[in-house]
């Protein structure tokens, strides 16, 4: 049975969770998409048929495996999100884009530039977020949240081919949850950054501020004895 023709809204929200899960996971994106039009699971947009070719599924497939294995390393993974910053957000942008088609010029330009925003919240918050997640030196809590990533890419994408309202709920509260969670995380790798240098440069860590002087109690006021009016002797009667 062929898969159904996908409505306005179905195209709205899959051009919205291509650009946010870019910011994840570019490679398994293009992987996901690419698996599920060659299977014939969906209906994919013209703009994204070349991601169901089995060349393109076979290169995304091999590039999202080499994705997931180093996301998992400690280290290794702010390593690849770094480097990654040229890729996620130009390929949020571009994969959202092409839901409507890169001849549409305007819509093209504006779904591009929600793709691409979208993607920079998403990576920015995974940058910061893992950064301060591997200055714990066990390794589960780097895992942990990369397999959750991992879920977030692809129950993100299933929900918004399938309740593409519910997609766009949930999004909105991810969004908000991402911008405070990088905010935190942003002031927490930025201090542990200021006290390393602090360490390596030899500068002292600064102490707590300095209490504030005690007041000052005026003294009461002391009479001059010359001020004193002299006491007259008793006159002789």
Do not use: C, Y
Not at 55 to 84: C, M, N, Q, R
Not at 110 to 135: E, W
Not at 141 to 161: H, M, Q, R, T
């Amino acid at each position: 049975m062929p898969a159904a023709t996908p409505d306005t809204l179905q195209l709205l929200a899959l051009a919205a969770s291509l650009g946010w899960a870019s910011g994840l996971r570019a490679f398994l994106v293009m992987f996901a998409v690419g698996v599920a039009g060659l299977a014939g699971w969906v209906q994919l947009p013209p703009g994204l048929h070349i991601l169901a070719s089995p060349v393109a599924v076979g290169i995304t497939g091999l590039l999202a495996l080499l994705e997931f294995i180093g996301d998992k390393i400690p280290g290794v993974d702010s390593l690849l999100d770094f480097v990654s910053t040229l890729l996620r957000i130009p390929a949020g942008a571009m994969l959202a884009a092409s839901v409507f088609g890169l001849d549409h010029g305007f819509i093209a330009a504006l779904s591009a530039a929600a793709g691409g925003s979208l993607a920079a919240v998403s990576h920015g918050t995974k940058l910061t977020t893992r950064a301060a997640i591997n200055t714990s030196p066990e390794p589960f809590s780097n895992i942990g949240a990369s397999l959750g990533e991992d879920a977030l890419v692809l129950g993100g994408l299933w929900l918004a081919w399938n309740h593409p309202v519910v997609f766009f709920l949930a999004l909105a509260a991810l969004l908000v949850a991402m911008v405070w969670l990088a905010h935190r995380s942003f002031h927490f790798v930025r201090g542990l950054l200021g006290r390393l240098v602090r360490l390596f440069s030899g500068r002292p860590e600064p102490g707590p501020p300095a209490a504030p002087p005690p007041p000052v109690r005026a003294l009461p006021k002391m009479h001059d004895v010359t001020d004193v009016d002299p006491v007259e002797p008793n006159a002789k009667n």
